[in-house]
């Protein structure tokens, strides 16, 4: 062995956030800042002796680059066997598959999610622990801690490897296993769904569009959707990952992923379209003439899940992000079975999977996702949605129908500000912080406020408690409004607000969400002061 000791010195602000640390590349390209981050995860994480670590990532500018570097530095700290995706590439719900599969102590996932990729664009490294989910705030909290006095970083410069080579290689005494990126999370796939149903429905004449938005799924939709169920070759789009992701802003969001929504509701549409995004743990889901809105795709798989095979004997229980609509709670208590809310971030969701109290679980950020892994998953969002319709012969809007006509339509949008000066945005949410206690009764337009508060959660398997977790303005007759500063971004803040309107199933559920929304939007400049406060007359992005 040939350990190299580089002294080194902190950098400020290497904070992770929900997930993980993300900055632009030109942050992360500067000597010694991934060394330094790597290195006070590896000096705090928890291993034992023979461990084996996960090394992989979107694909994005950049990554090739630290992962080597990760792959000699885990060689120094004593790791006995690195797995690493071929060419650097896992996806987010692969990488965890990964780590449960083979009992990996941890895993270091490189990617900034859905956020632009570029040499002028974003990058980020997250730690995931071995039950394969995002390091909890104890853990991140000591990774930070590390941070601010982190002197040096440890590299082994002996062996060698390539990344574009399945097989294994030696790099000191530590094994490096390059691996099949797609095969073992292919298999689960398999196993989870009715493939059989999926295929006749494809051989009848079913037909979909998947937009892998020149990011990391292509190879996995391309081998599941086209090579295992039998769709004709093309039905992926935009299927080889890209450094830069093709210049794409790999959101899966009516904005970012616009040809897909144009194309669902052209006349000549197929059945269903989907797509998903940087590292492959969002999903969109679209009808043919009918959008999904994450919410609703949560309560609606949830209500049908019984359909395909791993949840044929039910579920546990429901998880959802406070700011994702209340509609999967109202499934919920109509199946007997337990709803949890919870702060954003799905790291919130594993301690409820891991004690069986929740099999499935989802954000409005269009993040869902069960118990198979313990990160929210993008394909298999769209396979669920896939073995249902196949089941039940029946399209997206049928079922879209009914299910409003059974719980009631939750109308619901997220509108967000990017880019926002810091400062002004933090303003904003002070200001309204400290207006809460004054709010309850007030009146705004025919809204009357009911209660207003910060969400704190208390988790109920090791009684942890997150505070300050998002505002919540609540109006009489289940309306409400949630304000969030967003912890995904590299620039500035981004401000999200959250709006809610339900609706029973004896009322107006075939209405247009714009007009059943204006009412809460006025209020939600009123109360917070938006324009004021940002400078903004309209959000940047609205889903």
């Known amino acids: 062995m040939t350990i190299i000791t580089h002294a080194t010195t902190p950098f400020d602000g290497q904070k992770p956030g929900t997930s993980g640390l993300r900055k632009k590349v030109r942050v992360f390209a500067q000597a010694g800042y991934a060394e330094n981050f790597i290195q006070s995860v590896f000096d705090v994480v928890e291993r034992g002796a023979g461990a084996t670590l ?18 000699r530095m885990a060689a120094a700290n004593g790791y006995a066997r690195v797995l690493v995706g071929q060419g650097g590439i896992l996806s987010t719900p692969a990488a965890s598959h990964v780590i449960r599969k083979y009992g990996a102590s941890g895993g270091l996932i490189l990617s900034a999610s859905h956020n632009p990729a570029g040499p002028d664009e974003d990058f980020g490294i997250k730690y995931n622990i071995a039950n394969g989910g995002p390091a909890p705030e104890a853990v991140t909290d000591a990774i930070f801690a590390r941070t601010k006095s982190i002197d040096r970083w440890l590299e082994e410069d002996a062996g060698s490897f390539d990344l574009d080579a399945i097989g294994t290689s030696m790099v000191g005494a530590m094994v490096v296993q390059v ?6 999370y292919a298999d689960l796939m398999e196993s989870l769904f009715d493939f059989s149903a999926i295929r006749a429905a494809v051989a009848g004449g079913f037909r979909m569009i998947f937009d892998a938005m ?5 190879p996995y939709a391309s081998e599941i959707l086209e090579r295992r169920l039998g769709f004709p070759a093309g039905t992926v789009r935009n299927g080889t990952p890209l450094e830069d992701f093709g210049g794409h802003h790999p959101d899966p969001n009516l904005v970012h992923a616009r040809e897909l929504y144009d194309a669902m509701m052209a006349d000549d549409a197929p059945d269903f379209g989907a797509a998903s995004d940087g590292d492959g743990d969002r999903n969109l889901i679209i009808g043919r003439g009918r959008f999904i809105t994450p919410s609703d795709s949560l309560a609606m798989l949830a209500a049908n899940a019984h359909l395909a095979p791993a949840y044929a004997s039910g579920l546990k229980g429901i998880a959802r992000s406070m700011p994702t609509s209340a509609a999967a709670d109202r499934v919920a208590e109509a199946l007997g079975i337990p709803s949890f809310e919870t702060p954003t971030g799905w790291k919130f969701f594993g301690n409820l999977l891991d004690a069986g109290m929740a099999t499935i679980c989802g954000e409005e950020s269009a993040g869902t996702g069960s118990d198979h892994v313990r990160e929210k998953d993008g394909l298999w969002a769209v396979l669920l949605w896939l073995n249902i319709l196949a089941v039940r012969g029946i399209s997206v809007d049928a079922l879209a129908r009914e299910h409003w006509a059974r719980f009631g339509r939750n109308y619901y949008a997220r509108h967000d500000y990017e880019a926002v000066d810091s400062a002004a945005a933090n303003a904003l949410m002070a200001e309204l912080t400290a207006a809460l206690p004054g709010l309850p009764g007030r009146t705004f337009g025919s809204l009357i406020v009911a209660a207003a508060d910060s969400f704190t959660y208390a988790d109920p398997v090791d009684g942890s408690v997150s505070a300050n977790q998002g505002l919540r303005i609540l109006f009489e007759g289940g309306s409400r409004v949630v304000f969030r500063l ?3 971004g590299t620039e500035g803040a981004t401000l999200r607000v959250y ?9 107006a559920i075939a209405a247009e969400t714009p007009a059943m929304l204006a ?5 939600a400049d009123q109360i917070a002061g938006i324009g004021r406060h940002t400078g903004r007359t309209r959000p940047d992005v609205v889903t």
């Not at 691996?179 to 073992?184: F, N, R």
């Not at 020149?214 to 292509?218: E, I, K, Q, R």
């Not at 709006?499 to 009322?507: D, I, V």
């Not at 009412?519 to 209020?523: E, F, G, K, R, T």
């Open 54 to 71: 996960v090394i992989g990532g979107d694909g994005r500018f950049h990554n090739r680059v630290v992962i080597a570097r990760a792959i």
């Open 179 to 184: 691996i099949d990126p797609v095969a073992d």
């Open 214 to 218: 020149s990011a990391v799924t292509g």
């Open 486 to 488: 967003s912890g995904t």
């Open 499 to 507: 709006l809610e309107r339900y609706e029973p199933a004896a009322g």
């Open 519 to 523: 009412d809460l939007i006025l209020a």
